[in-house]
């Protein structure tokens, strides 16, 4: 079993930033990629970036690319999403998950394990 706790979400104006982190613990090694997902209220879960918990690759989806950053630290078992240039439709619950299995994937079914979620909410 892996457990994902996430952090650091909060209230912010819109241009301003936030730092989310998503701390594993449990099976760590079982670990393939570990991706982080929104879900707006009356919207279904959507897909927002992916990294490789070994190796650099990272994934993004179109409407964050150039405003998010994701990266992790090993040492730490921490996965980070940065987000600047907030806008008020980023507001959502975030959520980080793991994925155990090859390869990376933006589906959240697809998905092994979820943290229990961070409110973003971006004021205008």
């Known amino acids: 079993q892996v457990q994902l706790v996430e952090s650091g979400g909060g209230l912010v104006q819109a241009g301003g930033s936030l730092r989310l982190s998503c701390a594993a613990s449990g099976r760590t090694y079982s670990i393939y990629a570990v991706g982080w997902f929104r879900q707006a209220p009356g919207k279904s879960r959507e897909f927002v970036a992916a990294i490789r918990w070994s190796g650099s690759n990272t994934y993004y989806a179109d409407s964050v690319k150039g405003r998010f950053t994701i990266s992790r630290d090993n040492a730490k078992n921490t996965v980070y999403l940065q987000m600047n240039s907030l806008k008020p439709e980023d507001t959502a619950v975030y959520y980080c998950?793991?994925?155990?299995?090859?390869?990376?994937?933006?589906?959240?079914?697809?998905?092994?394990?979820w943290g229990q979620g961070t409110q973003v909410t971006v004021s205008s």
């Open positions: 998950a793991a994925d155990r299995t090859p390869p990376v994937v933006t589906t959240p079914a697809l998905y092994d394990y």
